[in-house]
């Protein structure tokens, strides 16, 4: 079965730390890795879709890398409005989505 | 920007009642999809829909749940006679001007189902 597994589970970082955030997933098939932003109560935020290994995106604070078995949501000089939930998802061949159960990220000021 | 949009934001019913949710999808965008999040848990697939039928679906999407596109713009999940265990946040999702469904899906804002 096809599975997407996050870590931490949670991660609390003080304003300005850096760190990185972890996506592993079963290595079949992959057509597309997708990085989510979910704030409480609201709908996923789409962040960046990455297709092969080897590709970067970045965004502001926000940096996402690809190997052939994992991803990683790098967080330079975090504020606290990045804190939110981070959801990862991978398209393994077919339509649907299967999300991961994201990373908690809370930012102190 | 373009967005989904969805209605109600929050539905209250009773066991056994019928409900749908309603989306307005990107208007260029061909697939749309319906997932739902039980508080909690992680965000889960239920069906896709892609040129007026039903390309995929999840375990969880059984005969009490159907989908629909009345018109060019409205997309809706119908759930037959509410279960407790049907109480979640549903999202609305589409993707794609193109027939590539490995683009990224846009999700509305959800809604918040309550069966008491």
């Known amino acids: 079965e096809d599975q997407v597994t996050q870590s931490p589970e949670a991660l609390r970082l003080q304003e300005g730390e850096s760190s990185s955030l972890n996506c592993s997933y079963t290595v079949s098939g992959l057509r597309g890795l997708f990085w989510y932003r979910q704030d409480p109560g609201k709908g996923p935020e789409f962040l960046f879709t990455?297709?092969?290994a080897g590709e970067e995106k970045e965004k502001e604070r926000l940096k996402a890398t690809l190997t052939k078995k994992e991803s990683f949501l790098h967080i330079t000089a975090p504020k606290p409005e990045d804190s939110a939930t981070y959801l990862c998802a991978v398209n393994f061949g077919n339509e649907k989505l299967t999300f991961g159960t994201g990373t908690r990220l809370t930012i102190i000021p | 920007e373009p967005e989904v949009t969805q209605t109600p934001s929050h539905q209250v019913t009773q066991m056994g009642q019928e409900v749908i949710l309603r989306c307005v999808p990107i208007?260029?965008?061909?697939?749309f999809y319906w997932y739902r999040q039980i508080l909690g848990q992680k965000v889960e697939f239920l069906v896709s829909?892609?040129?007026?039928?039903?390309?995929?679906k999840s375990e969880i999407f059984d005969d009490q749940f159907s989908v629909e596109r009345p018109d060019g713009s409205n997309f809706t999940l119908k759930i037959r006679s509410t279960k407790l265990e049907d109480s979640a946040m549903y999202f609305c999702?589409?993707?794609?001007?193109?027939?590539?469904?490995?683009?990224?899906?846009?999700f509305g804002p959800g809604t918040r189902l309550t069966v008491t």
């Open positions: 990455l297709y092969s």
């Open positions: 208007s260029n965008h061909l697939y």
């Open positions: 999702a589409s993707s794609s001007p193109k027939l590539d469904p490995s683009y990224e899906q846009y």
């Open positions: 829909f892609y040129n007026n039928e039903i390309s995929e």
